[in-house]
């Protein structure tokens, strides 16, 4: 039995934890399969066990969103992404993932016989640029192109650019793959938190700020009050740190 939607995404995040964005991003768009949505789950996920070699899978979390419209027009469209933890690539190699990946995604697409055109060297950059905004938020007005490459044996092109903040960025899709499998990646010493956790991280952060000012606030009022004292003693903080410290605050733990 075919799969109930018309387009159908997946993409495999390889990263380092769930907080920031991933190093590095596969995607394949294709249209309709003979696979249903937890069938494509469970193949993403035999990426992890290593197309079930392994004896236990590298962590993983996978996740679905499905849409379906009958409205006017009307039309169905299914995305499945895997986030893998990045010890994957320690295990394999980076053309160990990729031939996993490519594996997968030629499973999910099965005998749908669905091919893309080849592409043009305007029409590789086009498409890598549009994936690094979808994965990462960055803007091609933003990037300054690098470097571009074509191997003529697999008619793969690749294109690096580099942001003003100095991070690397850069993808490679083969022109003559029918699958056209997007392969986009950051390259940065400083890792940078995924959206939906920026704001939530930044709240935090003021309201660290709020309290380190009501302690103060208190300590200075305590000072005011209390009797001078010789011998240049330090003051604490209520918390039981210096005055004017931060509070302390864990770090945030890696999804593993």
């Given at each position: 039995?075919?799969g109930?939607?018309?387009e159908t995404?997946?993409?495999?995040?390889?990263?380092?934890?769930?907080l920031?964005?991933?190093?590095?991003?596969?995607?394949?768009?294709?249209g309709?399969?003979?696979?249903e949505?937890?069938?494509?789950?469970?193949?993403?996920?035999?990426?992890a066990s290593?197309?079930?070699?392994?004896e236990?899978?590298?962590s993983?979390?996978?996740?679905g969103?499905?849409?379906e419209?009958n409205?006017?027009?009307?039309g169905?469209l299914a995305?499945?992404?895997?986030?893998?933890?990045?010890?994957?690539?320690a295990?394999?190699?980076a053309?160990?993932?990729?031939l996993?990946?490519?594996?997968?995604?030629?499973r999910?697409?099965?005998?749908?016989?669905h091919?893309?055109d080849?592409?043009t060297?305007?029409?590789?950059?086009?498409?890598?640029?549009?994936?690094l905004?979808?994965h990462?938020?960055?803007?091609r007005e933003?990037l300054t192109e690098?470097?571009?490459?074509?191997?003529?044996?697999?008619g793969?092109f690749?294109?690096?650019f580099l942001?003003p903040?100095?991070?690397?960025?850069?993808?490679s899709?083969?022109?003559?793959?029918?699958?056209r499998v997007?392969?986009v990646w950051r390259r940065?010493?400083?890792?940078?938190?995924r959206?939906?956790?920026r704001?939530?991280?930044?709240?935090g952060?003021?309201?660290?700020?709020e309290?380190?000012?009501?302690r103060?606030?208190a300590g200075?009022?305590?000072a005011?009050?209390?009797?001078a004292?010789s011998g240049g003693?330090?003051?604490?903080?209520?918390g039981?740190?210096p005055?004017?410290?931060l509070?302390d605050r864990?770090a945030p733990?890696?999804?593993?």
């Amino acid at each position: 039995m075919a799969g109930r939607y018309l387009e159908t995404t997946a993409i495999v995040r390889i990263t380092h934890d769930l907080l920031h964005y991933p190093s590095e991003v596969f995607t394949f768009e294709t249209g309709r399969t003979e696979l249903e949505g937890e069938e494509i789950r469970r193949e993403l996920i035999r990426i992890a066990s290593l197309d079930d070699e392994a004896e236990f899978p590298e962590s993983y979390q996978v996740s679905g969103r499905e849409s379906e419209t009958n409205w006017g027009a009307s039309g169905s469209l299914a995305e499945y992404t895997i986030d893998i933890s990045a010890n994957i690539v320690a295990t394999l190699g980076a053309a160990g993932i990729s031939l996993l990946v490519h594996r997968a995604f030629t499973r999910i697409r099965g005998a749908s016989g669905h091919r893309h055109d080849p592409l043009t060297p305007e029409q590789a950059r086009d498409l890598l640029a549009e994936h690094l905004l979808r994965h990462y938020g960055v803007a091609r007005e933003q990037l300054t192109e690098q470097e571009s490459e074509l191997a003529l044996a697999d008619g793969l092109f690749t294109y690096r650019f580099l942001a003003p903040d100095g991070t690397e960025y850069g993808g490679s899709v083969s022109g003559d793959d029918p699958l056209r499998v997007t392969r986009v990646w950051r390259r940065s010493e400083v890792p940078a938190l995924r959206p939906e956790y920026r704001e939530a991280f930044s709240e935090g952060e003021s309201e660290a700020a709020e309290e380190l000012e009501e302690r103060e606030a208190a300590g200075s009022a305590g000072a005011e009050q209390a009797p001078a004292v010789s011998g240049g003693q330090e003051g604490n903080s209520p918390g039981g740190g210096p005055a004017g410290s931060l509070p302390d605050r864990a770090a945030p733990e890696n999804a593993s």
